[in-house]
């Protein structure tokens, strides 16, 4: 009977999720103004915004879903899809890109089977692009988890990856 | 008042104007593409630039205040180039379909196009949008055709304030739709089509029935009855080339007639019924609300004419002829819909009594009726889905079609419609009192409704000069009035002295501000007329374009003139009504009635 399971307390930690976005949305007094700040902090509450945190954030300030929606899907730091363990974020930046980024970025695009924004079906990885990361003399670069990989080798990835788990 | 300069021309502006304006009133055209007056001004297509003296880059004239002393040129070789390049990358994304495309004969698109003398477009490339939504009963979302110039989202957010559409994503992926994965069929919409009345292109559209209607109109074995609403005749003319205002009653039946139709019916007939049904509901709640408070015995009571049940004294009651305020009302208002009259809208009750009353009249066995709705609204469309819309498992209205699709079928029939004499509308479903035409403009319904009320409870006419209600004429958004019960006839002696404070809207923006009032304990009408599309169905969503205030006001003037041309012009004086009643339903909100002509309405979620 006793068999280990967490669903219980995954019910208890998204209602305390809630409850602190309507604490986040009072202090916000539910100003449709407001609305940028309170989705940042839903963000940072839920790790992503589905469809169903939006909704809640439509019904509590009585916002139209589609005016919603098309903020979170304007700003490209907004994201509906949850995030993996380790956000990957490969360089696109002039020096990357003319150094095979883009090559990096198609070998792991097939090893992972996901696209850009996009989060692997295990949640191991996120994969993100980015615009320099600082490394040109040593690309491509790909930064994961911030902790930036130089003169990455797209033959070689496997490797670098099986670092996180 | 200012002068300025508009090519090599001293012309004058007024204080507030944008060099648009100015232009336009001094007879230069500017074109424009994503600009419509009053409704959205935003400056999102560039189309409309000029060239201003001293500024760095081009200005777009819709947006641009017009100041003293400015110099404005607006067909230089620099302008025409970027009007043409604008043009043509917006072409890129664009199919080019107008050769079997619905709109082509008034795409403003298109036109523009002819406008620029664009005859190539250099940038072909890939297309960023392939939905065509099909999800609604009531409209059709083609993505393709979207030229993005967001005149739905200024209408669907700011005039209806509903917020069904609204840009998602950015740059090239750019879409306008409900958000999400979210279909139309599944948001917050209240199909009332007023984003296809603004919509420049094929891209908002009401969803097709021409086809079934043919085909029914072609099943022998079928009898195929049609009715047309209050507002069509006062429209149906302008797609042939007829000015607003133009009022075509007559060439409509006959056009009907020789399309096939066997039997040619007015929904203003129950029109004149529904004000019967929704006068005495009116009077039942107000009854029961003195039953309750112990002003009238249930004696005196049972001496009135009123419905067998009396309703719940709810009040203020609000009309519910208008589908897609009720379909607003249940997804944003759902604690309140006890306020909304049980009426079924006109059409449906036409509907149910064509396959009850008139097949056992007729003998016709009622699965073999055809009933087809000619209607100014695409939010009927969505009503005949309704489940509570059937009768013994027979659905009330098979098939609605907007104002602009029979035009188009009328065409498609090749009949001369200009050229067609006046004729009738059938019995026994044909003859209408001048408060049924009413129904068709916003204060329409409830005018129509004080008509009959009042006499009922005093036995003398409404109080006001011509019968008309002026205070609440016209299209102001939110208009009221209020009379008072005098001299009342001794079994109504409980509304002796009763003032009346009544309310009339019509564009859902207007519908909110009434509805909060209710929420807030703060409402103080006991009657509110709702319209869902701004000026009543005269403009509903499914009304031959371009629909703006000055064709408004055209339809609308029509439609007092069918009224009080009228010789009968209270419905409860309606002879064939009266019949109706003796004949087959008993009394008003009696059991027949009811079962047939009153429905209920169902909660739905505000995301
Ligand atoms: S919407 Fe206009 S431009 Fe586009 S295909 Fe139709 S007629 Fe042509
Ligand atoms: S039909 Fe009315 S509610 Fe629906 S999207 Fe169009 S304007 Fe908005
Ligand atoms: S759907 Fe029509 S009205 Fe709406 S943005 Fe597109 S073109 Fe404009
Ligand atoms: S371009 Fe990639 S690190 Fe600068
Ligand atoms: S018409 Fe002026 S910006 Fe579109």
Known sequence: ?165 | MFTMTINQQQVTAREGETILEVAKRNHIQIPTLCHLEGIHQIGACRICVVEVEGAKSLMASCVTPATSGMVVRTHTPKVRKARKVLYELMLSDHPTDCLHCARSHDCEFRQLGEVLQVDVSRFAGQRSKNLVDTSSAAIVRDNNKCILCRRCVSVCNEIQGVGALNAQNRGFGTSISPGGDLLLGSAVCAACGQCTLVCPVNALKEKDATKMVWDALADPELTVVVQTAPAVRAALGEPFGMPPGSLVTGKMAAALRRMGFDAVFDTNFTADLTILEEGYELLGRLAAGALANGAVTREQLDTLNLPGHLPQPVLPMITSCSPGWIKYAEHFYSPYLDHLSSCKSPHMMLGALTKTWYAQKQGIDPKRLFVVSVMPCTAKKYEVTRPEMTTDGIANVDAVLTTRELAQMIREAGIDFTHLPDELFDSPMGLSTGAADIFGVTGGVMEAALRTVYEVVTGRELPFEQLHVQPIVGLERIKTASFQFADVKPEWSFLEGVTARIAVTSGLAGAAHLLDEIAAGQSPYVFIEVMGCPGGCISGGGQPRPVNDDVRRKRLEAIYREDEGKPIRKSHENPDILTLYSEFLGSPGGHVAHNLLHTHYTVRSRT
């Open chain 1, 1 to 165: 009977m006793a068999q280990h399971c967490d669903c219980q307390t995954a019910v208890i930690d998204e209602q305390k999720a809630y409850q602190t976005l309507m604490q986040v949305i009072e202090d916000y007094d539910r100003k449709p103004s407001n609305l940028i700040q309170i989705l940042h902090m839903a963000q940072a509450i839920f790790g992503y915004l589905p469809e169903k945190v939006q909704r809640f954030i439509c019904e509590q300030m009585e916002l139209p879903f589609s005016e919603v929606s098309g903020v979170v899907s304007f700003y490209s730091y907004f994201t509906t899809q949850p995030k993996g363990r380790h956000t990957i974020q490969v360089c696109l930046g002039t020096a990357c890109y003319v150094r095979g980024g883009k090559k990096v970025l198609d070998a792991l695009k097939g090893l992972l089977e996901i696209d850009v924004g996009e989060t692997t079906p295990d949640r191991r990885f996120s994969l993100e692009v980015k615009r320099c990361i600082g490394a040109c003399g040593l690309a491509p670069a790909v930064a994961i988890n911030n902790v930036v990989h130089k003169r990455v080798n797209p033959n070689k990835l496997q490797d670098m990856l099986s670092q996180y788990e």
